[in-house]
């Protein structure tokens, strides 16, 4: 048996109320029929048993990847890196499209590998020499550039002393540092640290910004001058109340320059305000960055990276979709230089190529972090787990932290968020498997996680009573209810045993007496034409346990090929509309049989809804919520406690019903082609301004 721990952050964990991964879509191959229905006993016992008897020690392999989903490969981090495969003039693309000379090209295409690269960075950072460059009108941010450099100063590892420089009396001419670069004894590579306050007044860094876009609009130089750097991050300065649509944009506009310009990014941008929050939280950017040099961490950022960034709006501008991309004839001597130079002369590729199908494979796997899990599937840690519990937890940490590192350098990652991102508080034990089966299951729980104050999100499939009988409190019990009849769940789950039927009864009788205490809630995912049809299937279950909620949801597309099994269409996956009616339909079931369940919150952007015992519903308000400081606060009592003493009243925007239909404003929604729509719509706004301007100077 194998099973994942998922780990998140808090601010990542905003679904954890209902976040439901469908299952894997090959487990599900089923047809309808009426099953049967076993009478459950309905007298609650509260007195747990516990089962202390040691079976014969298993072998786990432990999925640090999504809970959805198991590759059968696991990547390797190779010893040697792998060289920069040199590009071809067709690997590069053009700017701006001109007329009249042009070349034909074929539309880029990149080499990908079917190695794993991911690679050690093979420089130091320690070793190189970092530029602190700095403009101020009022002090601030010279104050904080002075003790950046104070900091970095004293690092005793750093091979050498940072220059710290004014942009404004120290730099006369910015094309030495952002043009060229200033060349250093041997093999040291240069960074370049920038400290950079916003004004909407004119102010030198209209000057810096210009030069840095100018730059790189300039066909006549390279594209990519600061490739050489090291790396580069910007801390920016603002005032979030005086200018909230403007806070910090120009630290923002610097930090997208350099990175178009072929700097690496060392470390999210910081936005600073310095009304709110002031010096200790510039400082706090300053540590982290320091703690950030001494990190020898792979960069999930490779060098295609600000290539990537040019890449929408060149193609937002291109009318040109036959496949192939017209070369102006003034781009050629870029392209040849760089055919020249970057084949080969770059350095080793650290990183997965972003093309590769490797890349692909991990991020499918929830390689992708901030908010979620682990994305990691090393082997080691399968053989980490055979040494005990506490390596997999700490193994489980470990990875989590370090592909959040990896991510230090993608554009637009917020750095407070990528911060609470190592505060680890959630941890799901989930799927592919049972976290159940595991002997050590309870003291991993109670001594690795709740200890650590990491709550315990743990799902079973309902075919271990023993296990579940002797299962030690968790913050929220889940059981996989995939089908509501037996020959379904058959059809469905494919079981193992061939008295899955009875297991699953016994253990829904031991959510209801033994495990009432704790949080239990029913996970129902809905897959069209296969299980969305039984009600009184699934009622009939609900009653049986008495779970304190179910959570429903509808299955997503993971895509579909005949070679896998799977044979699931876009066709089975419910619209949110046929999930609304399925629990409409469910929790009257309920009540019609005399049992108080209703639909209290949704999700529907993740098509997600939770029916609750209206046990949750206080003076009409719901609660369905967990508060975890008190959560670990009674875990701590040592008392006993049941899922009442835990709960938190339902934001308003997550109740069933509410506007919002479970999206926090909060959270704001990024779009990206709506924002190129705003642009576009505020260009043609300015250029009919420019125009009618014209007209009536004409006219006059
Ligand atoms: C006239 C003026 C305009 C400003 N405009 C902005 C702005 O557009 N966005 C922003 O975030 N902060 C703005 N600020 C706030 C400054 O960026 C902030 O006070 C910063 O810390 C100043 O850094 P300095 O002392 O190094 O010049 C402005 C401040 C002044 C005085």
């Known amino acids: ?58 072998i786990y392999a432990v999925d640090f990847t999504s809970t959805t989903f ?45 190695e794993p690269v991911l690679t050690k960075t093979t420089v130091d950072l320690l070793e190189s020499q970092i530029y602190i460059f700095y403009t101020s009108l009022t002090g601030t941010s010279q104050r904080i550039a002075k003790s950046l450099n104070e900091k970095l100063n004293n690092l005793y590892n750093l091979k050498n002393p940072p220059k710290l420089l004014s942009l404004d009396d120290d730099v006369d001419d910015l094309e030495e540092y952002f043009l060229k670069t200033p060349k250093q004894n041997g093999d040291t590579k240069n ?18 910004l210009d030069h840095l876009t100018e730059t790189y609009n300039d066909f006549r130089v390279d594209k990519y001058p600061l490739k050489s750097l090291l790396g580069f991050a910007v801390l920016g300065l603002g005032d979030s109340e005086s200018w909230p649509e403007k806070f910090c944009y120009q630290a923002r506009l610097a930090d997208k320059w350099l990175g178009k310009l072929g700097g690496r990014r060392l470390y999210p941008l910081g936005e600073v305000c310095m009304k709110y929050e002031g010096e200790p939280v510039a400082n706090e950017w300053i540590q982290n960055f320091a703690g950030l040099l001494n990190d ?58 972003k093309n590769s199908p490797t890349y692909k494979s991990l991020t ?47 554009p637009g990652i917020q750095m407070d968020r990528f911060e609470e991102a190592f505060k680890v508080k959630h941890a799901a034990l989930s799927l592919v498997g049972e976290p159940i089966s595991y002997l050590e299951i309870s003291s991993l729980i109670k001594n690795e996680l709740h200890s650590r104050g990491i709550s315990s999100f743990l799902v079973c499939n309902a075919q271990h009573p023993d296990n579940l009988r002797s299962l030690c409190k968790v913050t929220q019990l889940y059981v996989s209810i995939d089908a509501p009849t037996k020959t379904d769940l058959k059809k469905i789950d494919r079981p ?97 049989r005399g049992y108080d369940y209703e639909v209290a919150a ?40 049941t899922d009442m003493d835990y709960i938190k009243e339902t934001p308003e925007w997550a109740v069933w019903g509410s ?40 006219e006059s």
């Open 1 to 58: 048996g194998r099973f994942s721990i998922a780990l998140a952050g808090a601010a990542a964990y905003y679904l954890h109320q209902h976040s439901v991964e469908s299952k894997k879509a090959s487990q599900i191959n089923a047809s309808k029929e009426i099953g049967i229905k076993t009478e459950p006993d309905l007298e609650p016992k509260f007195k747990s048993k516990s089962n202390s008897k040691a079976k014969e020690s298993p």
């Open 70 to 114: 198991t590759p059968s490969e696991t990547s390797n981090i190779p010893a040697n890196p792998t060289p920069t495969k040199s590009k071809t003039i067709s690997s590069l693309r053009s700017r701006a499209k001109r007329t009249p000379k042009v070349f034909k090209a074929s539309k880029p295409v990149k080499k990908t590998s079917t």
């Open 191 to 208: 960074i370049y640290v920038m400290v950079l306050p916003s004004y909407e007044i004119d102010s030198p860094i209209d000057y810096f």
């Open 296 to 353: 020898n961490e792979p960069f999930y950022l490779d060098d295609d990276d600000f290539e990537d960034s040019d890449k929408e709006e060149e193609e937002s501008d291109s009318t040109d979709g036959d496949g192939e991309t017209l070369v102006d004839v003034e781009d050629m001597g870029d392209i040849m230089k760089k055919q020249g130079t970057d084949g080969l002369k770059s350095e080793a590729k650290e990183m997965v190529s």
């Open 364 to 410: 499918k796997q929830g390689y992708s972090i901030i908010g979620s899990h682990s994305g990691v599937k090393i082997c080691r840690w399968t053989k980490s787990a055979l040494r005990g519990r506490d390596v997999i937890v700490q193994g489980a940490l470990q990875a989590h932290y370090q592909k959040i590192k990896q991510m230090r350098g993608v």
């Open 496 to 592: 193992l045993n061939s008295d899955f039927w009875e297991r699953l009864m016994e253990c829904l009788d031991i959510l209801r007496t033994v495990q009432s205490h704790q949080r239990t809630v029913f996970r129902l995912t809905l897959v069209k034409g296969f299980n969305m049809d039984e009600i009184k299937g699934y009622a009939d279950m609900v009653i049986r346990a008495q779970p304190s909620q179910i959570e429903v949801k509808g299955a997503t597309f993971c895509g579909s090929s005949t070679g896998n099994g799977n044979p699931l269409t876009m066709q089975n996956i419910p619209f949110y509309e046929e999930c609304r009616k399925f629990v409409i339909n469910l929790s009257e079931e309920l009540k019609s």
């Open 602 to 641: 949704e999700h529907a952007h993740s098509c997600c809804i939770l029916i609750a015992h209206t046990k949750f519903k206080i003076n009409n308000k719901w609660h369905t919520h967990i508060d975890y400081p008190r959560f670990f606060e009674l875990v701590e009592s040592g008392e006993e406690f």
């Open 659 to 698: 506007k919002e239909a479970g999206f926090n404003p909060l959270d704001v929604k990024f779009d990206r082609k709506a924002e190129k729509l705003k642009k576009k719509k505020e260009r043609e706004e300015q250029a009919r301004i420019a125009l009618e301007k014209q007209q009536i100077t004409q």
